[in-house]
């Protein structure tokens, strides 16, 4: 086999293997021997001198892009199945290499990777130091001079400033590591004057807040104050624990806040908890959205929000006043067995069982207040003196969400098994018009479920013929449409009227 001229040129290496192409391309066949002959032409040359091969590699690119273009624009207004077909036999000349020694063996640029590690160690370190030393006696200077709050507004421009430069001059990995040195003095070194200033803020709040306990309203928050908190709060938060201080801060505030506002309460409206369910619900609003607007709503400071709510509402001077949380709980659920009461006064009640969901939220027995409560709801329901079936449903609803549904779930039962009485009832009146059962007594029966509603033992009472004779009927009926269930009846739970007869006046009993 012929050996390589060592004297040949670049363009005479091009002009033997640019006729071997063009003969690939165009399917033209090529004897084996020519084929590697021309393999061994090209790979000689590329091992005799490893600098000539970019360039040869960058011919054939050159030349197969103009190759592909005039290709294209020759074919172009090929259709449907033709150009998928013209495609198919373009990609197979395409796809046959004979300088795989090329591919596999050209030099590539791509050397970043170690470029960047020298980049790293002889100049970002460095650089990173000096930008440090610059920026803390920057921050040292700034703060004999300025306020703190001024020197928070003027981070995110000493910030902006070098990730402008960063971005225009160095590496963009720099701009990250940048930021963190710069939290690092800018912020980290100025923990204990910024935690100071997080102190006065929020003492300025206790003022405010000392204003809602005297008057009983609901002041709008000083907005200068929560963005001035704000501001404070986005500048901690952007190092590792940064917050954790003003987390202990405000929990604290709220406790003894809240401590503050219910102390204020008159005791003798104790027995009336609707002041006490107000300023709890007052309170609870004005420091929910404090934190939304201060803090971003970061679920940080909801959670010291609701702990400090919890540890206050079950232990502050009403709670001592009226004994225990035990009888919190019982004296609540009188209160609202108050209002849900039949009555002339007119009160908002849905605004008021909204406050109430509020207090039932943090409070400690929930277990006492449902238990109580639902012996109350039913009584309201078996006497008929509840103001309203609507208000009822909201009630409960609110139980629910404050306590969770297994609290609400007995009397969701106890509530549905009315509203089937009165299906019950309606289905019972047709059913003695069909086998014309006539009786001057105006009946009406409740079906309650035996394991929801705990009643005491039925009493042995002898009805009079008149009742006995009513109460079978619905018997035979009740049978009829439920065969296998049996009705117990809870005579000491009935009531009646009775109108007399044998007087001059007419009068009605109730029994």
């Keep these: 086999m012929p050996k390589l001229d060592l004297c040949i040129t670049l363009d005479e290496v091009w002009e033997k293997l640019l006729h071997g192409i063009e003969h690939l391309l165009q399917f033209q066949t090529i004897r084996h021997s020519k084929w590697m002959l021309l393999y061994t032409y090209i790979f000689d040359y590329c091992t005799h001198d490893v600098s000539h091969n970019a360039e040869l590699y960058e011919r054939l690119k050159d030349y197969l892009r103009n190759y592909l273009n005039n290709l294209c624009q020759s074919n172009a207004n090929l259709l449907d199945q033709e150009i998928l077909e013209f495609y198919m036999n373009q990609w197979k000349k395409y796809c046959i290499s004979f300088i795989s020694y090329i591919n596999r063996h050209a030099p590539t640029s791509d050397n970043s990777s170690q470029i960047l590690d020298v980049y790293r160690e002889y100049f970002e370190n460095q650089f990173f130091q000096d930008t440090q030393e610059f920026y803390r006696l920057e921050a040292t200077t700034y703060l004999q001079h300025h306020s703190i709050m001024d020197y928070l507004l003027k981070i995110p421009e000493y910030f902006d400033e070098e990730v402008h430069?960063?971005?225009?001059?160095?590496?963009?990995?720099?701009?990250?590591?940048?930021?963190?040195?710069?939290?690092?003095?800018?912020?980290?070194?100025?923990l204990t004057a910024i935690y100071e200033e997080a102190k006065k803020l929020i003492h300025d709040e206790r003022i405010q807040g000392t204003m809602i306990v005297l008057f009983f309203e609901r002041k709008i928050i000083n907005s200068r104050l929560l963005l001035e908190l704000n501001l404070l709060y986005q500048t901690v938060n952007r190092i590792e624990n940064g917050k954790n201080e003003l987390i202990n801060m405000m929990e604290n505030h709220i406790y003894q806040i809240g401590i503050e506002t219910i102390g204020c309460i008159n005791p003798i409206s104790t027995h009336d908890l609707r002041i006490y369910i107000q300023t709890i619900y007052d309170f609870h609003q004005k420091y929910y959205t404090f934190i939304e607007k201060a803090f971003d709503s970061n679920q940080a400071f909801f959670d010291v929000f609701n702990r400090a709510c919890r540890k206050f509402i079950n232990n502050n001077a009403v709670i001592q006043t009226i004994g225990t949380t035990i009888n919190m709980a019982q004296h609540l659920a009188r209160n609202c067995d108050q209002l849900l009461r039949k009555k002339k006064e007119e009160i908002d009640l849905e605004i008021i069982f909204n406050q109430i969901k509020i207090l039932l939220y943090y409070m400690q027995d929930k277990d006492v207040f449902v238990q109580f409560y639902s012996k109350l709801f039913a009584k309201r329901l078996i006497n008929q003196i509840s103001i309203s079936n609507d208000y009822e449903q909201l009630m409960i609803s609110n139980i629910e969400v404050a306590c969770g549904f297994e609290f609400a779930y007995k009397m969701k039962q106890m509530y549905q098994d009315i509203e089937t009485s009165k299906t019950i009832l309606d289905q019972y009146h047709r059913y003695c018009e069909t086998e014309q059962f006539?009786?001057?007594?105006?009946?009406?029966?409740?079906?309650?479920?035996?394991?929801?509603?705990?009643?005491?033992?039925?009493?042995?009472?002898?009805?009079?013929?008149?009742?006995?004779?009513?109460?079978n009927n619905f018997n035979k009926f009740y049978k009829h449409i439920h065969n296998g269930r049996k009705l117990t009846w809870i005579y000491q739970h009935s009531k009646g009227e009775l109108q007399t007869l044998f007087t001059d006046q007419v009068y009605t009993l109730q029994v």
């Design 438 to 471: 006539i009786s001057k007594i105006n009946f009406s029966v409740m079906i309650l479920k035996a394991n929801v509603w705990l009643f005491s033992t039925p009493l042995n009472i002898i009805l009079p013929n008149k009742l006995q004779c009513i109460v």
């Design 165 to 190: 430069r960063v971005t225009a001059y160095l590496h963009p990995s720099s701009i990250k590591n940048l930021e963190k040195k710069l939290d690092e003095v800018l912020i980290h070194d100025q």
